[in-house]
């Protein structure tokens, strides 16, 4: 059953539309004004939107207005209005309304709009899920045995190089195969990390995650000292054990892995790298902070897939794919990542990432 949002300050109107709209089988709430609409759509997602313009508190401009800040709202959007003027029309339509219907309307015209925008929204909704499968197979071919085959020979043939070169002492091309290794294994690491959210993705969609509850034998210590060695900032790691010891899944590991990469990047080395896992009554989180001047905690709260923040400062961050598999982990367990902040001096600011995972 779709749900809609009625929002309109005259009683009468407000509570005939809901009658007539509840008849045809949809799902109804009235909201009496704009400023009570914008708190509603903030806790509950609509399927379609009926809004009165002329209201107290906040009209139906305003309203539009605030709710397409976020680029991500994309119900589809009908005014009320008994005013005929043009400029009226004009202005709802610049701000994105999908259709207008005029007060007093009749109700099978009010139906129609109904239907012709959710069946609209429908076939969009339907051309971009084709649109995110023939993407999803590229990418697959793309980064599939025709991608990481030619470089693993790459890898291989450079490493000969370098071993001839360091024994003619060539330390020009001994320094030119070292930038290849590193520009080889940073392609490599972006088709495991691309590979392993949509292999992710798509397990969650069959219901195919295997693992979920079972704990990795090794501990996630092994896990946070391995990544820290590689980027060469075992020295900057601060770590508290808890006690007793706390065992997590691989998948979790996956997502602290992600999490500790995402603070060596935004990181400058010799700065601590805070990680602190612990168990309350809520269930477990594992929080890891870091200090930076190259990102916010709300730049990173709103990261999207295949975005780049930052990128002047930040050059090697990637494609945004490990936060993205972060999500997706959490999501698997009912769980939430949330990045803080605490400023500390000047633009310098501590970013605290929580991955919490709830008892079930």
Do not use: W
Not at 15 to 25: D, F, T
Not at 130 to 155: C, D, R, S
Not at 253 to 261: G, Y
Not at 306 to 335: D, P
């Amino acid at each position: 059953m779709k749900n809609i949002l009625v929002i309109e300050d005259e009683q009468d109107i407000r509570e005939s539309i809901q009658e007539i709209v509840e008849m045809a089988g949809y799902a109804v709430t009235p909201i009496a004004n704009g400023a009570a609409g914008i708190k509603e759509l903030m806790h509950n997602p609509y399927d379609l939107i009926i809004c009165d313009i002329m209201m107290p508190e906040m009209d139906g401009f305003s309203l539009l207005s605030a709710l397409k800040k976020d680029p991500s709202f994309v119900t589809p959007f009908i005014f009320l209005t008994a005013k005929v003027q043009s400029n009226d029309f004009r202005t709802g339509m610049n701000l994105g309304a999908d259709d207008y219907l005029h007060k007093p309307f009749k109700s099978k015209d009010l139906l129609i709009a109904i239907e012709t925008r959710l069946l609209k929204h429908e076939k969009l909704n339907q051309l971009q899920s084709q649109k995110a499968a023939m993407l999803e197979k590229t990418i697959e071919l793309m980064v599939g045995h025709e991608f990481k085959n030619p470089m693993n020979g790459i890898i291989n043939f450079n490493t000969l190089i370098a071993e001839n070169a360091i024994s003619l002492n060539n330390e020009k091309l001994q320094s030119l195969c070292s930038y290849l290794h590193i520009s080889a294994e940073r392609l490599l690491n972006t088709y495991d990390k691309i590979n392993t959210y949509y292999t992710l993705q798509k397990a969650v969609q069959l219901n195919e995650i295997s693992e979920e509850g079972a704990s990795d034998p090794h501990h996630i210590v092994d896990v946070i000292k391995s990544l820290l060695h590689k980027f060469d900032r075992v020295k900057d790691l601060d770590y508290t054990e808890p006690k007793p010891a706390l065992f997590f899944s691989k998948l979790i590991h996956t997502a602290v892995k992600e999490l500790i990469e995402n603070a060596c990047k935004f990181s400058e080395k010799g700065t601590p790298i805070c990680i602190r896992i612990f168990e309350d009554t809520t269930g477990r989180s594992i929080r890891i902070s870091n200090r930076t001047m190259h990102t916010t905690a709300a730049a990173l709260n709103k990261y999207l897939l295949f975005e780049q923040h930052h990128r002047e400062v930040a050059e090697q961050q990637g494609l945004g794919i490990g936060i993205a598999i972060t999500k997706l982990i959490a999501s698997i367990y009912k769980g939430s990542i949330e990045f803080n902040e605490v400023e500390k001096e000047s633009a310098v600011r501590e970013i605290i990432a929580e991955l919490h995972l709830p008892n079930r």
